[in-house]
């Protein structure tokens, strides 16, 4: 098929509605399929569509669960040795993708609406609240404002900075999304614990000295 009209070759202009998800497809889609073979309107399938992906088989289960077990093992135990003191948040990612794609990673992830990457964000300090145009409470720099993911090259990593690692895996167009956050080479402030601890209402430390190793992130 090198066009519509081959479509309408085949099809031909019928005068019964087409269904289509919406949501993915582009006015310039809809004109030409409107122009060649939909004779008969079209009525949205985003609902149905929606609804059969909400309902998960055992398989579909088993792909999401592997997924996640890569996510875990990478985020917990290995990404920590790949942090170094002067390295840049692109680097970080790019030797981070490597040890995913390594690990089981289907290399992209996707949503809907048209959005892929490859990862997602990874930022240190102050960078994980750079303004995006995607509505989540982290942030990214990125290589550039046209395109803000990957890191920055010129934020280096330094002994007391936070980094966040907030990405997806995918196995075999399954996915799931973490995030975890790390202190590097440094103790974890009290008051930052403090706070964390206030936020998820501990009764029994709530406004007490906290323990370093009850904070919300990793020491490294």
């Known amino acids: 098929m090198k066009s519509y009209r081959d479509i309408a070759a085949v099809v031909g202009q019928k005068k019964t509605p087409v269904y289509l998800e919406l949501d993915t497809v582009t006015l310039v889609q809809y004109q ?15 609902a149905q569509v929606s609804a ?20 875990r093992r990478v985020l917990e135990e290995l ?4 942090m ?30 048209w959005n892929e990457m490859l990862l997602g964000q990874i930022n240190f300090g102050t960078s994980s609240i750079c303004p995006t145009c995607v509505d989540t409470p982290g942030g990214i720099a990125g290589l550039h404002p ?6 920055s090259r010129n934020r280096k990593l330094r002994p007391g900075d936070l980094v966040v690692i907030d990405i997806g895996c995918g196995v075999e167009g ?7 956050s790390y202190m590097f080479q440094k103790p974890i ?32």
């Not at 399929?33 to 079209?42: P, T």
């Not at 579909?60 to 669960?65: I, P, R, S, T, V």
């Open 189 to 220: 402030p009290d008051a930052a614990i403090n706070v964390h601890e206030q936020c998820v209402g501990d009764p029994e430390r709530s406004g007490k000295t906290p323990s370093a190793r009850s904070g919300p992130v990793r020491n490294l």
């Open 84 to 113: 170094r003191a002067g390295m840049d948040e692109v680097e970080l990612g790019t030797e981070l993708y490597t040890v995913m794609v390594r690990e089981g990673h289907q290399g992209l992830i996707r949503f809907g609406m």
């Open 174 to 180: 399954y996915q799931t999304d973490k995030t975890l």
């Open 79 to 82: 990404a920590p040795g790949l």
């Open 146 to 151: 046209a395109v803000p993911m990957s890191g």
């Open 52 to 71: 059969v992906r909400a309902k998960k088989s055992p398989y579909e289960f088993a792909l999401m669960e592997r997924a996640g077990e890569i996510h």
């Open 32 to 46: 030409r399929m409107q122009k060649h073979f939909l004779g008969g309107g079209i009525r949205g399938l985003d």
